[in-house]
């Protein structure tokens, strides 16, 4: 059921700079799934070209872009399938209102920053594939032009307004505020660091 009234035809690939939570829930109520999709296969290439950031070149720049589109999608589906039922988990909690649609149309909705580095990676990817596909920490410094070095900070900027966005996208699917959905999705790394930390010391305490 729609709740919100709309004076204009949002364009979510840009007001979610501007407007993320009107964004988000513009998304939720007025977008069919056709457009889930479309971010589904655009967030997920990128998500896939992204994986391929500081590493080795193992295929061809040509066999790079074929597998991220093709296989960065179902990672899309998959890693937002089971953040959706997490947040939405957790968001009952703080007393969330979200359904399980509303959270995985509200996360893919926070991935479209991220969208917008598709033709710096691709750029970065022809043009300077020495910076590219080497590790930051193993690349000598003077190798590193100052091209490099700005697609970096914006790679920085970017992923950090992505986090902003998401936070703010699955508190605007449960109708909370911003911060509670910032502990809405830190919680859950939380508890399972502390897992495995206790499995460990548990082990360790075993073995000595």
């Known amino acids: 059921m729609k709740t919100t009234e709309y004076q204009d035809n949002l364009n979510p690939f840009i007001a979610i700079w501007t407007r993320p939570r009107e964004t988000v829930r513009y998304v ?25 950031l500081d590493s ?7 066999g790079i872009l074929l597998l991220a589109l093709l296989g960065g999608p179902i990672g899309a589906v998959v890693s937002t399938a089971i953040g959706a039922g997490i947040y939405l988990l957790v968001g009952r909690l ?3 209102e ?17 969208i917008w580095l598709f033709p710096l990676l691709l750029f970065w990817m022809l ?29 920085g900027v970017v992923s950090i307004w992505t986090f902003v966005v998401q936070c703010k996208a699955v508190g605007e699917a449960h109708r909370l505020s911003a911060w509670k959905g910032f502990f809405i999705i830190v919680l859950p790394g939380i508890v ?4 495995i930390v206790a499995i460990i010391a548990a082990v360790l305490t075993t073995i000595m």
């Open 28 to 52: 939720i109520e007025e977008k069919e799934s056709n457009f889930s999709f479309l971010l589904i296969v655009l967030s997920g290439f990128v998500g896939g070209l992204l994986s391929s």
């Open 56 to 62: 080795e070149l193992f295929l061809p720049v040509w």
């Open 94 to 96: 703080f007393k969330g």
């Open 98 to 114: 979200a359904t399980y649609t509303e959270m995985f149309r509200a996360i893919l909705t926070g991935q479209i920053p991220q």
């Open 127 to 155: 043009v300077f594939p020495e910076t590219y596909f080497v590790e930051s920490d193993q690349l000598p410094f003077e190798d590193t032009n100052l091209l490099s070095m700005i697609f970096f900070l914006i790679l």
């Open 192 to 195: 399972f660091i502390g897992v």
